[in-house]
């Protein structure tokens, strides 16, 4: 595959991560994500270490952001790719917060998924 096909492809699975947290979609979501993926971040100032399946628990328990009317706004900023592995950077609202997220991706079966999230938000 080319550089722009991978990027497009990547893209796709941004996509569907960004419509999976702005729907509250967890059937989205784990399209998006590898099933032994990790998050990493600091929520409230606390650092917090969950599995995909404990986060996709707390993502049914919150409001959806789509339902309250909050805006769509959630955009990449940085993709870097290395044959099968990339990296890419987004900024995104969700939930009343601005969120920084630095999402490891690999590439399984042609498909790129999310196997690690780190993340910040102001």
């Known amino acids: ?5 991978e990027i497009l492809s990547i893209g796709e699975t941004i996509q569907i991560y960004f419509d999976g ?6 059937a989205r979501l784990r399209k998006a994500f590898h099933a032994d993926a990790f998050l990493f971040g600091y929520y409230h100032g606390e650092f917090s270490r969950i599995s995909l399946e404990e986060w996709m628990a707390e993502v049914e328990g919150m409001a959806k952001p789509s339902d309250s009317g909050e805006k769509f706004d959630m955009r990449i900023v940085a993709t870097d790719i290395t044959g099968p592995t990339a990296t890419v950077k987004v900024a995104l609202l969700y939930a009343g917060l601005r ?3 630095y999402l490891t ?10 196997i ?4 910040h938000h102001d």
């Open 1 to 5: 595959m080319s550089a722009v096909s």
């Open 99 to 101: 969120f920084t997220d």
């Open 105 to 114: 991706l690999m590439k399984f079966d042609n498909t790129w998924k999310i």
């Open 21 to 26: 947290m702005h729907q509250g979609d967890t």
């Open 116 to 119: 690690n999230k780190s993340y």
